[in-house]
């Protein structure tokens, strides 16, 4: 009998701890996302507008088509951008500059976008980038050992040297026959000179390559600003929402007016090697 009624105190006790929570599950307003990239290269430039979508959409985000968008130098040179001017699917919401221009390193760039009756502007500095001297390859023999690996075991390998006087940060990006590749779908690679090193000997690729395959490498210079912005998406994009992570943000940006993304100004330097 006392067993009974404990069980049966404990499941009133139990009962009336319980507590029934609604979440709040009211969107945040959409906002303007604005991804920018000027180079020292001609065919790198470009401006991307889109829209934010609720949380648990998916799909590919609204694009914006309609915009005006500009960059300025700070030297008074100026160049307009049109939206998707080749008229492939792939580029909606993407806008070019009409006539090419190749960013000069020192300089500042400044961009203006309107959209939806709101100007939107960032700036960023065209740093140097440091010369890939070379590149190699090897095989990684535990990647070759691995059952579920076909083929594609081979990383390669760079060769540099970086200037000790200057504080520089860098963003790469790994391309297998011409496709980005990444290690998984949240893999962004950037460093700062700190960890990379004044002799860059050997530094390898996450990214692993079969025989006959063609491997690009492209380094580009980001500014300060840059490196924080890609250092909060990373954690961003990484966060388990577990008890210790920290609360999900907004990643910290260049462009004015509230709008997501960034403005981003490199030189870019890009080295190719055929696994043979």
Do not use: W
Request: hydrophobic share 35%; proline share 4%.
């Amino acid at each position: 009998m006392r067993f009974i009624y404990f069980v049966l105190l404990s499941a009133v006790v139990l009962t009336a701890c319980e507590k029934t929570i609604i979440l709040d599950s009211t969107q945040a307003p959409s906002k303007i996302v604005i991804e920018g990239l000027v180079t020292n290269q001609t065919y790198k430039q470009f401006i991307k507008v889109s829209r934010s979508v609720g949380f648990y959409s998916t799909g590919k985000t609204p694009r914006v088509t309609n915009a005006t968008v500009v960059v300025k130098d700070d030297v008074g040179n100026q160049f307009a951008f049109l939206h998707n001017p080749n008229n492939h699917e792939d580029s909606v919401g993407y806008y070019k500059p009409t006539d090419g221009f190749a960013g000069v390193v020192g300089r500042t760039y400044f961009m203006n976008v309107m959209a939806d009756g709101v100007t939107y502007t960032a700036q960023d500095i065209l740093y140097p980038v440091t010369t890939i001297d070379s590149l190699n390859y090897r095989k990684d023999d535990r990647e070759a050992e691995d059952p579920e690996v076909t083929g594609r075991f081979y990383e390669i390998r760079m060769y540099a040297k970086e200037p000790a006087a200057t504080k520089d940060y860098y963003k790469f990006d790994f391309y297998r026959n011409d496709s980005l590749k990444t290690a998984s779908d949240t893999d962004i690679y950037f460093s700062d000179d700190v960890l990379l090193g004044e002799e860059i000997n050997g530094v390898a690729s996450p990214i692993y390559y079969a025989m006959g395959d063609k491997a690009t490498l492209e380094m580009f210079s980001i500014s300060r600003f840059g490196y924080v912005f890609l250092n909060d998406l990373v954690t961003l994009l990484n966060s388990d929402g577990g008890m210790y992570s920290p609360p999900p943000a907004n990643t910290r940006t260049n462009i004015s007016n509230g709008a997501l993304g960034f403005f981003q100004v490199s030189a870019l330097e890009r080295k190719e090697i055929t696994i043979k």
